[in-house]
């Protein structure tokens, strides 16, 4: 099932492999939600996007441990970082981008 301990960033990705390695089959159910990413919202402010963006690159590392997968974490982290400094013209979120070490962030 769905694992509560796993931040919301990848979650649905984690719970993906799960279900991966336990069936070979799956059902498909007739619905419809709403979804809202964070990342789109223009009227963000900086303090809340930037707490935000501290989170998402935590989770990158943590999916990557969890899974045990060879990824480069940049791949993911420095395009997000690239358009939120851009937007809000704030370097912090190329720093947590380029962070290799996640111990004291």
């Known amino acids: 099932g769905y694992n509560e301990s796993f931040p919301l960033d990848f979650s649905d990705i984690v719970f993906i492999d799960r279900l991966r390695s336990n069936s070979s089959t799956f059902t498909i159910?007739?619905?419809?939600?709403s979804h809202h990413l964070f990342f789109t919202d223009a009227n963000a402010?900086?303090?809340?996007?930037?707490?935000r963006f501290r989170l998402?690159?935590?989770?990158?590392?943590?999916?990557?441990?969890?899974?045990?997968?060879?990824?480069?974490?940049e791949v993911l982290t420095i395009p997000l970082g690239l358009k939120l400094f851009f937007r809000?013209?704030?370097?912090?979120?190329?720093?947590?981008?380029?962070?290799?070490?996640?111990?004291?962030?």
């Open 29 to 33: 159910v007739d619905m419809s939600c």
């Open 45 to 51: 402010q900086p303090d809340s996007m930037l707490k």
């Open 56 to 73: 998402y690159c935590r989770s990158v590392r943590l999916y990557m441990r969890y899974t045990n997968r060879f990824m480069i974490a």
């Open 88 to 105: 809000y013209h704030n370097t912090e979120f190329l720093k947590l981008a380029l962070k290799r070490s996640w111990n004291d962030v």
